[in-house]
């Protein structure tokens, strides 16, 4: 759903995935994602890797994977799809309320002129993040803070020995947080997860 110049992300390069979690924007009630390329050589192997490497039934050309996103989650994505825009369009509506409410207290994402976000999440940043998100618990205000742990501090790269090597990594990880955010969030939901956050 977002855009650079009017060109959707995932046409951007040669080849592009997305997740339809079911948080995400276009998301479907399971597990499900997509991969998307302009390479027809490409698509054909990316086919195969999907369905265990085979070629043709029985016939392994390479070692795969089952990657294929079951039926009915396909069914899901694709009656979803059809109003996709038009809730493209209230989310970045959603957003531009929380920034115009918010931007003097916390600090509010910045998308450039020439891009068009899809909101998967409304996320601020503040020095007292863990304190405004028990106050907000408090209200009966869901937040979430997503990847609390920088890539360089997880188990899977220690061998690198690099946690201090990414401060502005390891500073976002202690601020960021996630307001709720949907297309059907309403301007009263808006105005009263901002007005707690101001209090």
Not at 50 to 76: C, E, V
Request: proline share 5%; hydrophobic share 35%.
């Amino acid at each position: 759903g977002a855009t650079y110049h009017g060109q959707k992300s995932c046409s951007l390069t040669s080849m592009a995935t997305t997740s339809f979690f079911p948080a995400k924007p276009l998301g479907c009630y399971g597990d499900g994602g997509a991969i998307f390329t302009n390479d027809e050589q490409m698509a054909e192997k990316l086919q195969m890797l999907r369905n265990h490497g085979q070629a043709k039934r029985y016939h392994h050309d390479m070692i795969g994977l089952n990657g294929r996103m079951d039926t009915l989650q396909a069914a899901i994505v694709s009656a979803k799809l059809k109003h996709f825009d038009a809730e493209i369009e209230k989310r970045n509506q959603a957003a531009m309320l929380y920034t115009e409410l918010l931007k003097s207290v916390v600090k509010t994402p910045e998308i450039d002129p020439a891009n068009l976000s899809s909101w998967a999440q409304y996320t601020i940043r503040t020095d007292n993040r863990d304190a405004l998100r028990e106050k907000l618990s408090d209200a009966d205000i869901p937040t979430a803070v997503h990847y609390p742990i920088p890539l360089n501090d997880q188990k899977a790269f220690a061998y690198l020995n690099n946690t201090e090597t990414f401060p502005v990594a390891q500073k976002l990880s202690q601020e960021v947080m996630s307001l709720p955010m949907h297309a059907f969030i309403t301007e009263e939901e808006i105005r009263t997860v901002c007005k707690a956050i101001k209090a």
